[in-house]
Nanobody
Framework: QVQLVESGGGLVQAGGSLRLSCTAS?????MGWYRQAPGKQRELVAT???????TYADSVKGRFTISRDNAKNTVYLQMDSLKPGDTAVYYC??????????WGQGTRVTVSS
């Protein structure tokens, strides 16, 4: 079992920035962020593997940056140029190479116009 501890959500004005953090209780192959807006399905935001291979949703490319510190089992999501459409609950996800997946409890991000 893997525990994930998230932090960094909050309220910010459009155009502002926030940084999310997620720390896992052990080393993880792939870590990432997903988000779920009210009335919508959960969607991928960005992922990063232990070898720092990254993927991004088209909607956040150029604005969000995912990174990780393997020594701390921590993944970060730097969110810049935030838009009201980025408002959602952001969930950390951890995937082991053999297929096990774990979710954090979520952190709320609200972007005001």
């Amino acid at each position: 079992q893997v525990q994930l501890v998230e932090s960094g959500g909050g309220l910010v004005q459009a155009g502002g920035s926030l940084r999310l953090s997620c720390t896992a209780s052990r080393s993880i192959f792939r870590m990432g962020w997903y988000r779920q807006a009210p009335g919508k399905q959960r969607e991928l935001v960005a992922t990063i593997t232990s070898t720092t291979s990254t993927t991004y949703a088209d909607s956040v490319k150029g604005r969000f940056t995912i990174s990780r510190d393997n020594a701390k089992n921590t993944v970060y999501l730097q969110m810049d140029s935030l838009k009201p459409g980025d408002t959602a609950v952001y969930y950390c996800r951890a995937d082991q190479v053999w297929g096990s997946a774990y979710w954090g409890q979520g952190t709320r991000v609200t972007v005001s116009s």
